[in-house]
């Protein structure tokens, strides 16, 4: 259609819209429908201002729009070394006793309860005990003897000093004596071991607690037979020591570590202890001891820590999420944590951009540790308060490298 039908047609279309009172933008509709066949020519697009490259450098203008693109961040220096680590909490053996039954018999009474505050040497329980009964029976044979083994010697002796008993008489009574005093330490060291002694009145054994502490476990009841044997049967589904005495107040946190986190650990760094049962609330603790031995399956460390528990809320077999924090003056290099849309890769190597002042930005090699909650900790290359991008990296990337 030529120029010129193609403006008749559309004044002729606007003059029948206002004389048939149609909208004006239908008129303009069907003017632009009319001359849509012809090609307009393109408006010249405006040019991207062009960056600086020098080596590994990438310089925009101070408005360069390819700017808005591109997003920096201060890097934070490292303050945990390995975050969220699952923990089981138990007792700390160190002030834990597991207390076992010596003798064999029968409860009678029992003389504590779960939650009580327990001194050394404290009853716990009564128990019916042919053995203690025997050994107190022992242990006074004993002590009648040494008498009467006494006397013998020392009558022998006066009947020798007026040649009225032979000499091998008084070394006969001599070696009875000895012999008896013997008998009576064994037996008086054994009914010491049970916690008796030879003013004992019946065969009731008291079973006491070794140390202070709580009461926190208790698996016996009265009536109930036991027997001393069981606890050298080192099989826990066939027995429980009777009572576990321990101090609540400070627990033991058992955590495997990831063979890659362990060059990040060390003995003393804080621990901060979080439970889901106390949300908000950090519990203090400390690395106490990293373990010798790897698991092949799951190749991780047992790393055993130390957790204050002063209120008494965290319980043992509790599971809870540890973070180790950083130790400044450790030898393990802490470095700096960034964003992981920060990094990417170039071959083997991880790499980054720095701003080195508005608008002009440095790529950097860098050495990184594992990457958890988005976060990648930065070993090499980076140092705390330098700003580095986070978005717009591959941008950066593509300036420096073109792709082909």
């Known amino acids: 259609m030529k120029k010129s039908s193609m403006a008749r047609t559309a004044r002729r279309l606007a003059g029948f819209c206002a004389a048939t009172a149609l909208p004006r933008w239908l008129a303009l509709l069907a003017a632009v429908s009319v001359t849509g066949c012809h090609k307009a020519k393109p408006a010249k697009l405006e040019e991207l201002p062009v960056p600086k490259v020098d080596g590994d450098k990438v310089a925009f203008l101070t408005n360069a729009p390819q700017l808005s693109s591109i997003a920096v961040q201060v890097a934070q220096p490292r303050t945990v070394a390995v975050t969220h680590v699952t923990g089981r909490l138990y007792w700390n053996d160190d002030s834990t ?68 008993a032979a000499q091998k008489d008084v070394e006969a009574a001599e070696a009875a004596f000895v012999a008896a005093q013997a008998e009576k330490d064994r037996a008086e060291s054994r009914l010491a071991n049970y916690g008796g002694s030879v003013k004992s009145t019946n065969s009731i054994y008291i079973l006491r607690s070794p140390i202070a502490g709580v009461l926190v476990e208790k698996n016996i009841n009265p009536g109930q037979e036991l027997r001393a044997d069981l606890m050298l049967a080192n099989a826990p589904n066939l027995f429980a020591p009777s009572f576990v005495v321990s101090d609540p107040s400070r627990l033991w946190l058992q955590l495997d570590v990831a063979e890659s986190d362990l060059s990040a650990l060390q003995q003393g760094q804080h621990l901060q202890v979080s439970s889901r049962a106390f949300p908000g609330r950090i519990f203090d603790g400390v690395v106490d001891n990293l373990g010798a031995t790897m698991d092949p399956t799951t190749r991780s460390i047992k790393v055993r820590g130390v957790v204050n528990n002063p209120d008494k809320l965290l319980k043992a077999e509790m599971y809870v999420m540890v973070d180790v924090a950083a130790d400044a003056g450790g030898a393990a290099p802490m470095g700096v944590e960034v964003s992981s849309k920060a990094l990417f890769r170039k071959g083997d190597d991880s790499y980054l951009f720095i ?4 608008g002009s930005f440095l790529r950097e090699r860098v050495k990184v540790g594992v990457e958890k909650d988005n976060k990648v900790p930065v070993l090499e290359g980076v140092t705390a308060g330098q700003k580095v991008v986070t978005e717009g990296a591959l941008l950066l990337q593509a300036v420096l490298e073109p792709p082909s």
Do not use: C, M, W, Y
């Not at 006074?140 to 006066?158: H, I, M, P, Q, S």
């Open 97 to 164: 006793v597991r207390v076992f039954t010596p003798v064999a018999g029968r409860v009678t009474a029992l003389r504590a309860d779960l939650g009580q505050a327990i001194a050394a040497g404290a009853p716990l329980a009564e128990i019916d005990s042919p053995d203690f009964a025997q050994a107190l029976a022992d242990a006074r044979t004993a002590v009648g003897n040494l008498a009467a083994a006494d006397k013998a010697f020392t009558r022998e002796k006066e009947l020798l000093a007026h040649g009225a």
């Open 355 to 358: 701003e080195e002042s508005p």
